[in-house]
């Protein structure tokens, strides 16, 4: 049985999962728009955060407001997991990571060292946070959500290894654009189960 309150918690997280992916890739594709000098061969999607105008404030803001709606869903996935340690400890690094992403926009290009550091924090932080929750999936016999959290914490990692052993483009907004896709589909499928279990949970 589970208590209203977690209930609604359940369907407000999932939800925040849900629209976060929206908000992420509409407010970068209108940035990209707005400035048709951006070059995904060439540059970094963190450049659309120093252009003057219309441009930074789509991306900047756009990163915040996305962080601030995966950081609640991080939040239901604490009440997801119950009280096992692993899982937990998988749900922490993955809200330190949307903490990242609100950094991000906080700390745009031209604010160093900050900037690299909390953009570097967020790619590395995502993956590894996936790495555990897929372990914990696996302690749990969710053998299906185990191996698919293993595969995206891999697809979200393979490309900054590529691009630091082969250097197929210049810049880094294709492997930025590859990771954030690759979390962003994991937040949806998971948000979905989280709401799923929210529709069939007995209240108490």
Known sequence: MLKTKKVMWFRIAGTCGIIAPILAFTF???????????SWMDNALSDL????GVTAALFNYGLMITGIFIFIFSTGMFLFWGEKVL???????????CLSLIAIGVFPENVKPAHYLVSVTFFVLMPTSMLVIAGAFWLIRQVGMAVFTLLVAVVAAAPWVLLFSVRIVSGVAVPEAISGL???IWVVVLSSKMLRDASQAKIS
């Open 28 to 38: 970068i594709y209108l940035a990209v728009t707005s400035y048709p000098q951006f």
């Open 49 to 52: 955060g120093v252009v003057p």
């Open 182 to 184: 690759a979390g962003f």
């Open 87 to 97: 899982s937990r400890t998988g749900s922490f690094i993955f809200a330190l990571a």
